[in-house]
């Protein structure tokens, strides 16, 4: 019960911030079609990079969010972990999302990957 009143507290306050103007930065920049949908090819930072994150703190830099994190899956033939999630990367109608992946040998240092 708790996680859904924090969730609605998070969901109101986003609500304010947008309508106080306080996105504005990213409205108006040329890099604003991730309000509207997904980021183009080549423009996949469309967005501040999020540079307070925690030290051990796993996240997608791309400017359009981590969504539907799976793993961790260890690779004994390479004895790396992979990490994938969603990424919805500019694509035409009716085509799903792409999968971003990381790879690490110890939880703390990841590398970014090709799209899967």
Request: aromatic share 12%; hydrophobic share 35%.
């Amino acid at each position: 019960c708790s996680f859904m009143i924090s969730r609605l507290l998070l969901l109101s306050a986003a609500s304010s911030a947008r309508a106080s103007g306080s996105i504005e930065y990213f409205e108006s920049s040329p890099n604003s079609n991730c309000l509207d949908g997904p980021c183009a090819p080549g423009n996949e930072f469309c967005g501040q990079p999020f540079r307070n994150a925690p030290t051990f703190h796993l996240m997608d830099q791309h400017g359009c969010g981590e969504n539907d994190p799976n793993g961790p899956v260890f690779d004994p033939v390479h004895g790396v972990i992979h990490h994938f999630y969603q990424i919805h990367l500019a694509t035409g109608k009716g085509h799903g999302p792409d999968y971003g992946h990381f790879v690490s040998k110890d939880f703390i240092h990841w590398a970014p990957m090709p799209v899967a």
